[in-house]
């Protein structure tokens, strides 16, 4: 069975930082792209950034410069870290292990202006 769980979400300031985290189980983790989504407006999800099992990276035009995807595959790991961040960045983030279709069960960001 395979989960995902997020953490890190919180309340920031806006120009702030968060680094968010998503422990992987129940997959070969290494071998999997890992996606970063956030709940859109209209209720959807919209893509934030992806990561390859060999660290090749893609990132929406919304937070290239701001965001970096990375990953700990020691630690079965997924990491989205936010810089710089601004009121409209504010949105429950959620997790995805591209392979399987898995989400995890998101983290709350609120950007305070």
């Known amino acids: 069975q395979v989960q995902l769980v997020e953490s890190g979400g919180g309340l920031v300031q806006a120009g702030g930082s968060l680094t968010l985290s998503c422990v992987v189980s129940?997959?070969?983790?290494?071998?999997?792209?890992m996606g970063w989504y956030r709940r859109a407006p209209d209720g959807g999800r919209d893509f934030v950034a992806l990561?390859?099992?060999?660290?090749?990276?893609t990132y929406s035009d919304a937070v290239t410069g701001r965001f970096t995807i990375s990953r700990d595959n020691a630690k079965n790991t997924a990491f989205l870290h936010m810089n710089k961040l601004k009121p409209e960045d504010a949105a429950v983030y959620y997790c995805?292990?591209?392979?399987?279709?898995?989400w995890g069960q998101g983290t709350q960001v609120t950007v305070s202006s």
């Open positions: 129940g997959r070969f983790f290494s071998a999997d792209t």
């Open positions: 990561i390859s099992g060999d660290g090749l990276t």
């Open positions: 995805k292990d591209i392979a399987s279709g898995s």
